[in-house]
C-alpha cells in the first residue's frame, strides 16, 4: 500500500520568512496530493490540492509542487504570517484511497 | 458547505466498555472514513466505506468494527475498549469520482481509563 513521509516534523520560521514542508509517495498509482492544515483544537481543513498532471499550483502565499518521477511533492509558504503556524499534513490517494504524511508542526514566531 | 459531524467531541470510557462514535454528513457523499490521530503519527485510516453497508479494514482495523447503514452516517464501533486506544479519532468523508477531497469532522478526544 502507499507509504508517504514527511519532513520536518517541526519547523520554525520568523515572520516574513518562507516555510518549506515536502513529502514522498511510494505508490506510483496515486494521482492527486491534498495538503491540510490543523489549527490547534480544530479539524484539518485543506488549503491546496495537486493532480498528477499538474506541477506546480499557486493560491496567493500557498504554493505545491510535484515531481512524480522523483514521487515528491512540496507545499511552500511565502511571506509567513502567525497565523499560519499549525500542523500541516500532506497525502497522497488513488482511486479515493488516500494515506497521510506524519505531520510538520510549523511555527512563525512574531 | 460541505458539513460532517461527530456526536461527541470528548468521551470518557472506562476499560472494557463498549464505545459507539458516530459520524454524519450532509453532501450526500458516497465515502466515508474514520481516522486516529496520535502526536508523531499523523492521521491512520481505521476503517472506510465506499457505500450503504459496505465497508473496508484501513490499515489499524483491530479493536475496531465499523457499520453504516444509511448513506449519511458512519459509526465507528471499540468493543471492548482498552487504554491504547485513547486518542483522537477523527471522521471524513468524501465524493467518488475525479473529486477525492476529504473533510473532515470536528474530531472525538477519546480517553479510556
Partial sequence: GENVEQHPSTLSVQEGDSAVIK??????????????????????????????NVGEKKDQ???????????????H???TQPEDSAVYFCAASSNNDMRFGAGTRLTVKP | ?????????????????????????????????????????????????????MKEKGDIPE??????????????????????????????SSQTGTEETQYFGPGTRLLVL
Fill in chain 2, 63 to 92: 479493536g475496531y468494527s465499523v457499520s453504516r447503514e444509511k448513506k449519511e452516517r458512519f459509526s465507528l464501533i471499540l468493543e471492548s475498549a482498552s487504554t491504547n486506544q485513547t486518542s483522537m479519532y477523527l471522521c471524513a
Fill in chain 1, 23 to 52: 513529502c514522498t509517495y511510494s505508490d506510483s498509482a496515486s494521482n492527486y496530493f491534498p495538503w491540510y492544515k490543523q489549527e490547534l483544537g480544530k479539524r484539518p481543513q485543506l488549503i491546496i490540492d495537486i493532480r498528477s
Fill in chain 2, 1 to 53: 458547505d460541505v458539513k460532517v459531524t461527530q456526536s461527541s467531541r470528548y468521551l470518557v470510557k472506562r476499560t472494557g466498555e463498549k464505545v459507539f462514535l458516530e459520524c454524519v454528513q450532509d453532501m450526500d457523499h458516497e465515502n466515508m472514513f474514520w481516522y486516529r490521530q496520535d502526536p508523531g503519527l499523523g492521521l491512520r485510516l481505521i476503517y472506510f466505506s465506499y457505500d450503504v453497508k
Fill in chain 1, 61 to 75: 502565499r500557498i504554493a505545491v509542487t510535484l515531481n512524480k518521477t522523483a514521487k515528491h511533492f512540496s507545499l
Fill in chain 1, 77 to 79: 509558504i511565502t511571506e
